[in-house]
């Protein structure tokens, strides 16, 4: 690694612009919907940048480029599955949810939207998500620990262990006091900070050896199979089921709660349109650049890197290609991942304590006050049994999103598209389909592989399918909604 001395004091000025966020945060945040949505008042370029940094995390600077750099644009699935992804999510849920979620009771969150939309009394709705929450994004924000430990362990040569730690508290600090506001306002600097990082990488690679042409030959003479998107990295055909995995992931950004939060909490729904046009932008370009980022790397290393290490080759590749400060940026900018999300999943796990458990069923006359401390307390609790799952140094950060992302996006993303457009959808398909999408995640990642290599496709894909086909069933056998709540779905969406 470059001057620590020069990367130190780049972190610490970074980290202390976070702080100050955070601080300009508490001073705004008066009640729970403060707190949890930065009361609705967020602009297009804070939710656009917001959503998509938070989104990204750690994977995008560590994960990709790794995965990339062992298996070539064999990676470009993912991408491409992720892109079609956000433009659906933005398309199809943002601008429904943000009216729907405000007309249902003014809901703060999903368990509770999922309440008050399917009039849901006996309020199992709620407790069956916030549970939920709770248990996927426990492993989600333990993957950003690991990522922050890689990154300080490589960096500083601090021990593992420590290194987990010593990220854990710096995203702990802003959230616990400036909430979704500090977190939001960070986000917009963050994906800002991501974007410049994973584009610079590429193109220095670029001019050093010469321009693309010359990039390429380096690469077919190390392995030609690396620039065929339809092979694995050993030249044998890429199978139907591993590029379906791939493509796959698009399908979990529709129940992904900390990126459904930002579209609840744009100032206007005629916002919406324009923020959808920055997002797409950003993802796009950082998805390409973090996909040539971990192909450029291949042959221009002195040491090649295996396993686990390959989720290093960003870190590697700026230490080799910057001057120490720039280079101090570029690493920031894996914090700024980092960061960006293990904030974001630690606030709607907290709201999922304080707002779905302690208000709902606990202190239901709870002040505005409380509730807000109540949200920072489930912070630390929260970050504490994260920290304890991420103290693995074998976990990698690429695994624990994988199984993150397919939770919710099994168990949310099939309830939250079908809440939105289909009325005669009840409380017991909602039910149904949170539980069958789960469990089949649960389940299905347990599986060894089958005939035809069944098992081996991502368990999101079955979640999602088999979670949409319980809600149908249990919609239309059972009694349908109230004529109230069909009416109510009647006047907003006609």
Same mark, same amino acid.
């Given at each position: 690694m470059p001057n620590t001395t020069v990367i130190t004091l780049t972190f610490a000025g970074y980290i202390v612009v976070m702080l100050l966020i955070g601080l300009v945060g508490y001073r705004r945040t008066d009640d729970l919907s403060d707190y949890l949505l930065g009361g609705r008042q967020l602009g297009r370029w804070v939710t656009a940048l917001s959503a998509e940094a938070s989104d990204m995390s750690g994977w995008l600077l560590?994960?990709?480029?790794?995965?990339?750099?062992?298996?070539?644009?064999?990676?470009?699935?993912?991408a491409l599955g992720l892109l079609a992804g956000t433009y659906l999510n933005w398309k199809l849920v943002a601008?429904?949810?943000?009216?729907?979620?405000?007309?249902?009771?003014?809901?703060?969150?999903?368990? =509770?939207?999922?309440?008050?939309?399917?009039?849901?009394?006996?309020?199992?709705?709620?407790?069956?998500?916030?549970?939920?929450?709770l248990l996927f994004f426990t492993f989600y924000t333990s993957s950003g620990l690991v990522a922050s430990g890689k990154l300080f362990e490589a960096v500083f040569g601090i021990e593992y262990r420590s290194a987990i730690v010593a990220g854990a508290?710096?995203? !702990?600090?802003?959230?616990?006091?400036?909430?979704?506001?500090?977190?939001?306002?960070?986000?917009? $600097?963050?994906g800002w900070l991501m974007l410049i990082a994973l584009v610079a990488?590429?193109?220095?690679?670029?001019?050093?050896?010469?321009?693309?042409?010359?990039?390429?030959?380096?690469?077919?003479?190390?392995?030609a199979a690396l620039l065929d998107p339809f092979s694995t990295a050993g030249g044998e055909p890429l199978s139907l089921v591993a590029i379906v995995s791939l493509l796959g992931w698009g399908l979990g950004y529709f129940g992904q709660p900390h990126i459904l939060a930002r579209f609840m909490a744009i100032r206007r729904v005629q916002d919406l349109a324009a923020a959808r046009a920055i997002a797409v932008t950003w993802v796009s370009i950082t998805?390409?650049?973090? $996909?040539?980022?971990?192909?450029?790397? !291949?042959?221009?290393?002195?040491?090649?890197?295996?396993?686990?290490d390959s989720e290093k080759v960003f870190m590697e590749m700026v230490s080799v290609l910057f001057h120490p400060l720039v280079a101090g940026v570029c690493l920031a900018a894996i914090l700024a991942a980092i960061m960006s999300t293990a904030d974001s999943q630690l606030l709607v796990a907290s709201a999922a304590l304080s707002e779905d458990f302690y208000r709902a069923f606990l202190r239901p006359q709870a002040g505005a006050a409380e509730l807000v401390w109540m949200g920072r307390l489930a912070v630390l609790g929260l970050a504490a049994v994260a920290i304890s799952l991420a103290m693995d140094p074998d976990n990698r950060v690429l695994d624990l999103v994988a199984y993150a992302w397919a939770g919710f996006g099994a168990a949310f993303g099939p309830t939250v598209l079908l809440s939105l457009y289909w009325g005669r959808m009840n409380r017991f398909g909602a039910l149904a389909g949170m539980l069958v999408?789960?469990?089949? $995640?649960?389940?299905?990642?347990?599986?060894?592989?089958?005939?035809?290599?069944?098992?081996?496709?991502? =368990?999101?894909?079955?979640?999602? $399918?088999?979670?949409?086909?319980?809600?149908?069933?249990?919609?239309?056998?059972?009694?349908?909604?109230?004529?109230?709540?069909?009416?109510?779905?009647?006047?907003?969406?006609?």
């Open positions: 560590l994960g990709l480029p790794g995965y990339a750099y062992l298996s070539g644009l064999e990676a470009g699935w993912i601008s429904r949810l943000r009216q729907y979620t405000q007309l249902a009771g003014d809901a703060l969150t999903l368990p =509770e939207f999922f309440e008050q939309r399917f009039a849901d009394h006996s309020r199992l709705l709620r407790v069956v998500a916030a549970l939920l929450v508290l710096v995203v !702990v600090a802003y959230t616990f006091f400036g909430g979704f506001l500090a977190v939001s306002w960070t986000d917009l $600097v963050q990488v590429p193109v220095a690679v670029l001019e050093s050896r010469g321009g693309l042409e010359s990039s390429i030959a380096t690469l077919r003479e190390h392995n998805l390409i650049a973090a $996909v040539l980022v971990g192909v450029t790397a !291949v042959g221009y290393l002195a040491t090649p890197l295996a396993g686990a999408g789960g469990i089949t $995640v649960m389940v299905w990642k347990q599986l060894e592989a089958g005939p035809f290599g069944l098992f081996d496709l991502y =368990e999101l894909i079955p979640g999602f $399918v088999l979670s949409t086909t319980a809600i149908l069933v249990f919609s239309l056998l059972t009694p349908p909604p109230a004529a109230r709540i069909r009416q109510q779905f009647e006047n907003l969406y006609g």
